[in-house]
């Protein structure tokens, strides 16, 4: 063991105590194990965010990426909805271009836009600015993480990050796209240059996500957001390998690795094959049948229609109910949306939600 | 038969002269009807469009809608492609939109935006404007569809129309949206009235059809552009009904029916069984697969990522006999993209998979 060991940074090799005691007792950690605890455990993708009035009051005057250089500022975003709803996890608070960022990529925020990347990548040149993120880059996201295993106390913490052809998709058409068109050009057209951006958002990741494993984070998640754009044999031959390695990487650490991605049901086998201990599933696939695709030996997370929170309360109940039964077909199941929480959602109805699935 | 009939408007009952003959010689219509032609049959979405540089210099001055209430353009912006690719069918061009506008909606296409409706459908009191189309409403229409079953010769030319789910959502956004979040929350709050407003949609949307029908059109196709916005019990709830209506309403017209949507791969059991002689299908699930979610006993339409003509030319070679190896799967097999062509095609490229699947 290296004597170079931070406070925040816990040993690699081995189970940190902190995650071995929460692996028996959490009812989140213990259904991505492919268990079955007394109830069924349930968070939000996106719950921390615009849907909180605290969270609007406390952005109010700061810009996206600054907040997520703020461990203050993380740490109390991470922890609004944990007080709010009481959910079986936390998600840590980041985005998704934020490691794009912190190697020096020129990238910002834009509200009611999204990512805006100033020098889209069009050539191998312009690969020369995505070199590895080493833990001195986000300095703040090792903090953060340490300031919220203080406070979670028994509530896991997820790691956050994108994977490799999600921000391939950013960096190469320059912001969100709805076609990924340029994306898959380059794609298609020059697959040895696509595979060396791929390797290096792979390599880029996965430091991002080593930052927050060593700093304590308790599972992680590698958000496909727009992986769901390809078929299968193309998600296999150009996408797949280049995320297995980031998932691979934290294949010793003990912490529960979800694969997710929208618009998926054609890859959800492909997405837990490449090294996901859950799937993450969109509401347009039931989860009995993603268990089934997934192949039964993974867990499955998901997978109401985020816009259910608006239909009447007997209809709400149904459709939560409905996800559960169903997600008892597979091997474990985390409750959870089947992308992220409308920023429109009452958060009341998020509150009853997660009392739905904890007693059912 | 009615002495009243018109040049432009073949009678209803039974099948016009045109309909027989070319049903038994058109490789598009062979194919849809579930035979196997001597060639696959192939078309394109969005194939009269941006792409073309003759289309691009004809509607340079002219505002999307006004083009196609002018009979002149739209049958020269129908016939360009058909002249430079030579496929089975030719679309009738148009706008989704268009039927709206006939009956009185304030909605118009904002370039870079697309649709844009004035005010709205928040309340049933904006239900009024929704009356039922008329012939006398789109003239136009029987005018161009007239005048292109005379230029087009041996060439069926298909219909247009978008379904009532993809209407609603324009007319309850005030525009295109990525989430769905207002039309669904209508949905789920109010199904009252949403089936009220889905039902004068499909109203609309078969007068619109019929009134190409009636002019000669070959075959139809309902664009459900949003429908893979919903799981399947949602679509079969609030949707699919009202769909089934349109379609049923040329059941007896000798025109087979095309049903289509994107990310529609957990609904296309569901697409088919409300009526399609034909299901339309995206580049997500292989057409092999989308066969069997059909049923195996009705004609599938697809699929080829449009994207696809940017790759290397032995790619897309590859790509396109896998396509049509995987939809002989099929009881017929109509060849196209998985959704509509890419403004940034090389329309020479366009031409080139026509080739390729006409010697597959």
Redesign the interface.
Known sequence: MSLGTTAVAPPRSGLSPRRRGLTATSPFLRAAAGDRPERVPVWFMRQAGRVLPEYRALRATTAMLDSCRNAEMVTEITLQPVRRFRPDAAIFFSDIVLPLAAVGVDVDIVAGVGPVVAHPIRARADLDVLRPLQPDDVQYVSTAVGMLIRELGETPLIGFAGAPFTLASYLIEGGPSR???RT??LM??DPELWHDLLGRLAEITTGFLRVQVDAGADAVQLFDSWA?A?????YLRYVAPHSARVLAAFADDGVPRIHFGV?T??LLGAMGAAGADVVGVD????LDEAALRVGGDRAVQGNL????V???AD?LAEKVR?VCRRGAAAPGHIFNFG?GV?P?SDPGVLAHIVDLVHEF
């Open positions: 076609s990924h068109t898959k050009a298609y057209s769901g390809l078929n299968e044999e193309d618009n049901g054609q509401w347009r696939v039931p229609d985020p816009a259910t608006f239909a009447p209809v409905d992308h409308l429109e």
